[in-house]
């Protein structure tokens, strides 16, 4: 019996990955190039930023560099405790500044809104602490351009990211998209013309790579799926409208997710004939955590999030939310990436108890090690068919890393996913008092 | 075009390592997968004290002082439930296989033994029996099952525990199932852990070989054919399932040689039992022990004829 189940999540897993590697390799064109189009939408940019005085400078940096026009940023100081509106105000030159609110989402009361002297496009907004999603409303209400989005105060946009926006908004069914998150710390040079590098910790090369493959394999295929579960935090963009229609942004620890759901929802009943799609080519930049704690934390958010927003809709699947992305979440997402976290880490206990199982454990792990590398390999190579590439030497130390990397780091983020998920269910009421305490705002999904 | 290529080689290569891979482990998928998980060599049954009954010697109620001189030691395969029996059961020439009992033969067998005031032996009685050292009654026999078959669970243990009768059952422990699947009369299935675990009040469990219950393709049987090496191999394999149980054993259609025979007696096994027509009486070989086989055609006449029949005088020393 229990050898039926594992083989049976094992050839769902095999599927899965096939799925992963293979449409992206089969869809995508080399030099797939992004088409700038001559006409610009108008776009406005969110920043929710809670003590960000080291890093806000640089995320302000990205948005004075961006190769386009017709948009505006605003900058949400959500209640800092630090010097994060003291910074926005030295560089900016803020005037205070009347702006009309749509009046539609209920937000924690501002203190004042500002706009800067020095750059007219870019807007700050005072408000008390609410969280996230609070200060992400506070905004929406202020924005009357058609496409918003959303960015991370610790996120540098690349210069090209808003051209990217407008084009995929060009379609009309399109209702929301998401960017593509990289690795700052795996980027040298100017943010103008970065060159992507490999030389760093393993720490952070395993993250380079675990962003790689999520990005240009996972959720691209989730895309041409119609299966998107998560616009991550850090980067996506979204029609004003639509965010009305689902009420904003709820204020819970995976606030991405759960607006992403929201939409899917909407997909399902009003929308028919709309999408969600990832934007491959709209870049932006995010700092990962260097050390194994901060990791830790990020990780262990991440899992609390996702588990929340899926005990959130466990009554929506397939009734509120379209079949495959459904499917998706309860499948690859939860059973998958959940449950058998705790099965792969049980297993070598398993063997130890049972050793006639031991060469059939061997065999699993073999191919599932197969097909890990050969999903290294096709981010690698999709990635540079969207013009992310190494040098030679840096396509030599991934080879030597990738074998490594699978065995070692990997199985950390298994013993995260667990541990993220026993620490939600053991303090479940505990952790809705503790959402609004943000450290930081750096969530992925 | 490139990308055309490169996309097929990246796929192709990819399908041929998986495959290989895969291919490589196929016989260990398949082994666990073909639904039921069987015993390997590294496993051990968990029955260690549970037929410590067979350590028991009963006080015998001897009239006159007259012993039994010879025992007969009785052999079954399968008892089959007379309702279930099906196409699966019979032969090419239409009749029951051999091997197979229907359970309302074996219902008359065991009334007829009771009836009768037989005294079934257990393991230990009979071996102090064969040593000469201990009196049994008259009227003894020792019941035996080869090959395990999940049938003798479901059939005839309810029958053999009404009547109060114990019996050794020879394992081919390497087919041992380690789940519990349904009984279904019309296929061949086997003890599993759980079932020899719930039947042990009733059954000896001891070793009809790990897998060596085969024939080499020119029909000739393993224990005969193989080498010395992998034959003790395989034995002691199986006395480890069983808890080093090494009191009995059971020649595989009854076939050895004088290598087999040196074998068990390296491995200390105390008794081995072959097919034969004779009765056990003391002074035989104890790896040589004949027992009668019971099959389909066994009449009642027959069952009690081979029970009364004495050994012709010249046998047995």
Redesign the interface.
Known sequence: MMLTTTFILFGLFIVFRLFYIFVPIFSIKNNDKLQLLNEEKGITVLVPAYNEEAIITDCLKGLLNVNYKNFEAIFINDGSGDRTFSVLEEILELNPLERVKAGELSHKPTKGIYQSDKYPHIYVIDKINGGKADALNAGIELTSNEIIVTLDADSILDTNALQAVNTTFEEDRVIAAGGMVQISQGYRGSHKKPTPVFSTSGLIRFQIIQYMTDFYLHKFTQSKMGAITVIAGAFGAFRRHALFEVDGYRNTVGEDMDITLKIQKLLRTKYKNKKMVIMSHALCFTECPATFIDLYRQRIRWQKAFIDCIWTYKYMFFRKLRFLPSLYLLLDSLILGTLCAFIVLTAPFIIILNPSNFIIALGLFTLAYVIALYQGAAALFISRRYGVSYTKNDYMRVVMFLPFEIISYRLLGLLFVSLGTILYLKNKKGWAASRRVGVSYQTFE | M??II??VA??VS?VV??AS??T??LD??AG??NGI?TL?P??QLEILECYDWSEQISDFPMENGKGAEEVPVLIYHRIVDDAAVTKSHYDDSANLHSTIVLKSEFIKQMEFLYEEGYTVLNSKEFLLFMMNELEVPEKSVLLTFDDGYKDNFREAYPILKKYDFTALSFLITSIIPK?DEKYKAQDVQYFSTQDIENSCDIFEFYSHTFAFHKQTPDLEAHLKEKSKEEIKKDISVSLHNLNERNRAFSYPSGEYDLDTIAILSELDIEMAFSIDKINAEPGMNLLEIPRKEITSTTGMEDFKHKLIEKNPTDTGS
Request: charged share 25%.
């Open positions: 490139k990308r490169f996309n990246f796929a990819f390592i998986f891979v895969f490589f482990y260990e998928f666990a997968y998980e390997s590294s496993d789940s």
